[in-house]
């Protein structure tokens, strides 16, 4: 397991699975996007990609921490987010 | 303040008309609706609810406090004025005694601090709180003082009747209307409310901070060793420099009973530029040699990471619109890193704003802008208006922090050593150190600008 994966596997979810709050609308603005930054922006890896050109950013959204940075991050206003549906998402106890 | 008066009465455009969600019997209307119970929200709530007032408060998150995380300490002397011996009613963690910066490099820490067993007699100075703590008992105030709170509920939508709120849509599972003469946006940074509904600019990267925190556990007895305090009692460090790896940033360490909070991060932009991620600054900062030993042998219990709005006194949006208030971090008021007081005040004020709206049974702008008034009339705002230029400088002159602490270290570290040669050659020799990092001219122009932000 990678730091950041046992980091996120420490953090309670509920996620919803009838409804993903963050999604990419168009991945044809992905696959024109040289810095990728929603990548690196991503505090806890919600947004993975192979690095075959071509190929589609995946966003894994139940491990998301709603932090919100992704949206501010998309050079191209690719990242559709909102937070959860109530009751549904991130849970932190310890402050 | 009448100028800022006339700003906020212009009438503002609103893009959307929101119908109702179904045909079914009009609600029940509340006299306010609170959407978000932080600070800011439940402070709001409660001081609404304490003077008569029907509030209805609205959250997210299975309890208040489930979803912000990070730091943190709360200024007691403040929130004192507004809650009357606050500490006695909710279990904090520890009475800060020992406020540090350290100004960080590679390898080495320039440090300034003040610790004093004067800070811990009631009314304490800081006191360091977990989030859920906090949070549950301020939302368990408001509900002893009669409002309703609704957890589980994220509103997904103002609703407007043309340019005036009439009351939020909360989203699926319950998809609920509710009506209120006064909506009071508390959603925290990065307020997707009040910006769908055209009532801010949009939120960008370059005036959010996102910052990554963990939380790792140690014994108590060993966090008072290592940190130098009396038993119960807590420090709160500011790192500034090489946690932010070459740009402006900040990073923090909060002591609790038995665990430690740090933090770490700077604005969104920078990582994008940087080519980094915020965890990875954090376990940068983490195996810095001066903070590792800190650390050492803790277990972490916790990740997370939020935003915090750092642009400062000229990002504040408008903040009074027709029957609706913005207050908290929703409303950008954050000085440094302190909002937990500026919310609980905003939300103070807000409610004094709403006491009068409602005893006028007038929710128009121009009743709604004593809430202005009264901020600008506040320390909230002057303070924010003393530090106004500090931001600026900091986006301007983006490589600051890390320069400077690294020139102070180096400078330091020269100043310890103890050369075979005479102290007015060590002077030279410290000054040709220094200025090969930053040339003379260019450190002037810094010293200058800073100067006269410092003197306003
Ligand atoms: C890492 C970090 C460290 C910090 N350290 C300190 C510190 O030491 N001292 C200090 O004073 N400040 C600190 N701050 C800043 C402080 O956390 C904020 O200024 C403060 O929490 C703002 O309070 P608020 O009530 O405006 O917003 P928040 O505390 O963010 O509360 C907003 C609430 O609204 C809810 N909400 C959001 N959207 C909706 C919706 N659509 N529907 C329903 N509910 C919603 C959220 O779940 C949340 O409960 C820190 C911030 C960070 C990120
Ligand atoms: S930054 Fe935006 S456009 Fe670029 S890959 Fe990520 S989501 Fe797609
Ligand atoms: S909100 Fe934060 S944690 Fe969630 S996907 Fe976006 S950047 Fe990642």
Known sequence: ?95 | MMSDWFKTKKPHKLPTRAQPATDAPAPRKYDAVVVGAGPAGASAAYFMARDGLDVLLLERGPFPGAKTCGGAAIIAEQAHELFPNFWEEFSYERIVTRLDYWWLSEDSAVTAGFTSSRLSAAPYNRLSVKRKNLYTWLAAKAVAAGATLLLGHHVAGVLLDGYQAVGVRVAPPQSTDYLADLVILADGANSLLAERAGLIPPVTAANLSLYAKETIALPPATIEERFCLPPGQGAAIGLIGYPTAGYNGTGSIHTFHDSINISAGMSVSAYAAGGFSPGDLLERIKKHPRIQPLLDGGVTTEYGAAMIPEGGYHAIPPLVHPGLLIAGDAASLVNGIHGINLAMWSGFYAAKAAFEAKKNRDFSIRKLSLYRTLLDESFILQNMRTNAKAATLQRDRPYLFDLYSRLANEAAYQMVRAYPMPVKDKRKFIWRKVTSLQPVGKIAADIWQVLKVVKG
């Open chain 1, 1 to 95: 397991m990678s730091k950041l994966a046992a980091k996120i596997a420490l953090v309670e979810f509920r996620p919803d699975e009838t409804w993903q709050h963050v999604v990419i609308a168009d991945q044809e603005k992905c696959r024109r996007c040289p810095d990728k930054n929603c990548l690196r922006v991503c505090p806890s890896g919600v947004f993975a990609w192979d690095n075959i050109p071509g190929h589609p950013v995946l966003v894994s959204y139940r491990q998301c921490i709603e932090c919100g940075a992704c949206r501010l991050a998309c050079p191209e206003g690719a990242v559709e987010f909102s937070y959860p549906h109530g009751g549904y998402g991130v849970v932190f106890h310890q402050g």
